[in-house]
């Protein structure tokens, strides 16, 4: 079992900026997507961004992008959230996710979860 451990949130203004790091039990990435979901209050867990697991490369969700980056480290096995530009609706609890051979942004098809770090973003 893979274990996955999230940190890095907290209690920020509107347009400051917030990294998270995603550390998981195992040697290296290989052969794992890294992907970020949030989960708001009464809504439902929605894909953030992830680092694909054949090289790493990101993607994001429409919500985010050109504001956040997503980055890992394969040595190391750590993943990077970097937040910029934080708004208010951006407040969630945020989940760092693994999948084996797996491209994409349907939370069921990850099978490691972290048990989220909380992002809130004041106004």
């Known amino acids: 079992q893979v274990q996955v451990v999230e940190s890095g949130g907290g209690l920020v203004q509107a347009g400051g900026s917030l990294t998270l790091s995603c550390e998981a039990s195992v040697r290296t990435w290989w052969p794992y997507t890294v992907a970020w979901f949030r989960q708001a209050p009464g809504k439902e867990r929605e894909f953030v961004a992830g680092?694909?697991?054949?090289?790493?490369?990101?993607y994001y969700g429409d919500s985010v992008k050109g504001r956040f980056t997503a980055s890992r480290d394969n040595a190391k096995a750590l993943a990077y959230l970097q937040m910029n530009s934080l708004k208010p609706e951006d407040t969630a609890l945020y989940f760092c996710?693994?999948?084996?051979?797996?491209?994409?942004?349907?939370?069921?098809?990850?099978?490691?979860w972290g048990q989220g770090t909380q992002v809130t973003v004041s106004s």
């Open positions: 996710a693994l999948s084996p051979y797996y491209m994409g942004r349907e939370p069921k098809r990850y099978n490691y």
């Open positions: 680092t694909e697991y054949h090289d790493g490369s990101p």
